[in-house]
């Protein structure tokens, strides 16, 4: 059994281990400390019956107990119904459909076929001819002139996550876009939005449908261990008083609650400090030195041809044409083709699309796009309403994407980058469009709790050369001092 597929397996058994202990303390509680400690103590022992203490106990216990499950079952809920994954492309599906090659046993090289080239074997972009191409943060793309889908979905937002060349970043694994944010889980072997990291006591993904549901369990988790610790302790130490036999059930209790109210206590601050900067445990690895190159559309092109401090991509991109196909051009050097970027591919078909052309922007190293403020980032996870911090009805309103700006809201790292690169922030295909604005966006949100979508409707665009030329990326836009 290979390290996932034990993974797997043990995210399947624990949550059943983790509720039969649960019932494990509640019968100590109940019954070993309140029925026959409390209110029905032995004729031999010198202690009268104390029904306050045991009412009490009971009453504390089972809120606490009640608010934990709800959110553990809730939690697992989220997590079998709707983890976050992002759907997979039409050619992935198309993929697992061919015939597996057939391997040939025998000592004759002559024989053994040639392996047959999948999208895994390929190492270029959709569109990208051979010794094109870009491998940013690992992550190869096939070598294909068909359209792959879903480009649509990042080019009619203002701002979305990209590459140094100006394109999504691509999944090599499960064919497809990434939206922003999202991540590939290898346990799974699926993109997940938002990914946190896969947890083997909640069954599998913690991601941005469950990240409240996952904190407000540990939370619930941890003042259950402390509450438990706590009262075990103290009936432990009476009875080591009082020269009694210790109980068993006992020792296993106050274990159990001092081992797990520890881990509760680090998860619960780990988790808040996360939300609290708005990025997550796979975000945090690379936090202080991570740069993110932002896609950010541009409403009024520069066209006199002036040298910018930074590239353009203009979509919808362009069918790729073999080079061997297209006619005889002079050559153009770098800084002419900055805003020719339909010059290095040819059309098959017009589009009906309206072109947008995007700057490629990066942040400094370290600085987080999607910082709002430690209270904005809160509630982005959180809700807006009071109630939604303590009880896991609704959804994160991070988890709405529906958006005109971005798929989350922007931070003022934004605005500077936009500043920096004297690009106007108002868009005039959204200026007559109020909903898209990011305060708008937070008062539907707080109206929202609406089933979040965990995916994108997929789509054809055409793919090609279109936007890559133009001038090297300056570090301008990496010395600002934020």
């Keep these: ?35 026959s400690y409390l209110l029905h103590p032995l004729s031999t022992a010198p202690r009268a019956r104390r029904s306050g203490a045991a009412i009490a106990i009971l009453i504390i216990y089972f809120i606490l107990l009640a608010l934990m499950a709800v959110c553990y079952f809730r939690l697992l809920q989220t997590v079998v119904t709707n983890p976050g994954y992002v759907p997979r492309s039409t050619h992935w599906y198309q993929q697992q459909k061919q015939p597996k090659q057939t391997k040939v046993s025998s000592s004759d090289p002559s024989q053994e076929k040639p392996k047959k080239k999948t999208w895994h074997s390929h ?26 889908s879903g480009l649509e979905n990042f080019y009619t937002k203002d701002v979305f996550v990209c590459q140094n060349d100006g394109r999504p ?26 990914m946190d990291h896969f947890c083997p006591w909640v069954g599998g993904i913690v991601s941005e449908t469950n990240f409240k549901f996952f904190l407000q369990f540990v939370t619930y988790g941890t003042l259950y261990c402390i509450f438990v610790g706590i009262f075990m302790a103290v009936f432990v130490a009476e009875k080591r008083r009082a020269h009694d036999e210790l109980n068993i059930h006992w020792i296993l209790a106050l274990a159990f609650a001092i ?82 970027n339909a010059t290095t591919s040819t059309s098959t078909s017009p589009s ?42 609704k959804y994160s309103p991070c988890c709405n994407h529906n958006g005109g700006e971005s798929d989350f809201l922007l931070g003022p790292v934004v605005d500077r980058l936009r500043k920096e690169a004297g690009i106007s922030i108002m868009d005039d295909t959204h200026a007559d469009a109020p909903e898209h604005s990011p305060s708008r966006r937070r008062r539907r949100r707080r109206r929202g709790g609406e089933e979040p979508s965990v995916g994108r409707d ?9 936007g890559r030329g133009g001038r090297k990326h300056r570090s301008r836009t990496r010395d600002f001092g934020f």
């Design 123 to 148: 190492s270029r972009q959709p569109g990208y001819s051979e010794g094109e191409g870009s491998s940013t943060g690992g992550s190869f793309y096939p070598n294909i002139t068909a359209p792959a």
């Design 458 to 466: 997929p789509g054809l665009s055409g793919i090609g050369e279109g």
């Design 259 to 340: 081992l797990f109210g520890l881990f509760g206590a680090g998860m619960t601050g780990g988790t808040l400090q996360l939300i609290l900067i708005n990025s997550t445990t796979v975000e945090n690895l690379s936090r202080k030195t991570r740069v993110t190159y932002l896609a950010v559309h541009i409403p009024r092109p520069d066209t006199s041809g002036a040298a910018l401090s930074y590239r353009t991509i203009t979509y919808p991109l362009r069918p790729h044409v073999p080079a061997n196909e297209l006619p005889a051009q002079p050559a153009v050097s770098e800084t002419a083709q900055t805003n020719a």
């Design 169 to 194: 970043i691509w999944c090599s694994t499960c064919l497809n876009w990434k939206p922003d944010r999202a991540h590939h889980c290898r346990e799974v072997q699926r993109c997940v939005r938002k």
């Design 352 to 393: 009906t699309t309206p072109p947008r052309t995007f700057a490629i922007l990066a942040t400094a190293p370290g600085i987080n796009p999607w910082d709002l403020g430690f209270l904005t980032n809160f509630k982005e996870v959180m809700g807006y309403h009071l109630w939604d911090w303590f009880l896991p009805l």
């Design 1 to 35: 059994m290979n390290q996932k597929a034990l993974n797997l397996f043990i995210a399947r058994i624990v949550p059943v281990i983790l509720i039969g202990l649960v019932g494990y303390i509640t019968w100590i509680v109940v019954v070993q400390i309140c029925v």
